[in-house]
Nanobody
Framework: EVQLVESGGGLVQAGDSLRLSCAAS????????IGWFRQAPGKKREGVSCYSSSDKKTYYADSVKGRFTISSDNAKNTVYLQMNSLKPEDTAVYYC?????????????WGQGTQVTVSS
């Protein structure tokens, strides 16, 4: 059974940092790209960042470039999203997903999400 489990969300103030984790099981980690997405109330899910295991490339949405950093610990089958200088507009449920490549809309697996709330 494939599982993606997010953790690390919480309530913080603007300017604070959080580190989200996405722990994967049931998949060969090196065969997948792991992406982070978020969905705020009343808004569509948007891509935030992605880590490609095959070529070690990383991708970021313009809205988070310079503030968020994605990284991977292959030994732990875990991808992290370090979020610095958080803003109220970063408030959302954050999901991780697994896909063949980062540049796709077709994700094979999803986690349950973790809430991030940034107060002003």
């Amino acid at each position: 059974e494939v599982q993606l489990v997010e953790s690390g969300g919480g309530l913080v103030q603007a300017g604070d940092s959080l580190r989200l984790s996405c722990a994967a099981s049931g998949i060969t980690f090196d065969d997948y790209a792991i992406g982070w997405f978020r969905q705020a109330p009343g808004k569509k899910r948007e891509g935030v960042s992605c880590y490609s295991s095959s070529d070690k490339k990383t991708y970021y949405a313009d809205s988070v470039k310079g503030r968020f950093t994605i990284s991977s610990d292959n030994a732990k089958n875990t991808v992290y999203l370090q979020m610095n200088s958080l803003k109220p507009e970063d408030t959302a449920v954050y999901y991780c997903g697994a896909a063949e490549i980062c540049t796709t809309y077709d994700y094979d697996y999803w986690g349950q999400g973790t809430q991030v709330t940034v107060s002003s």
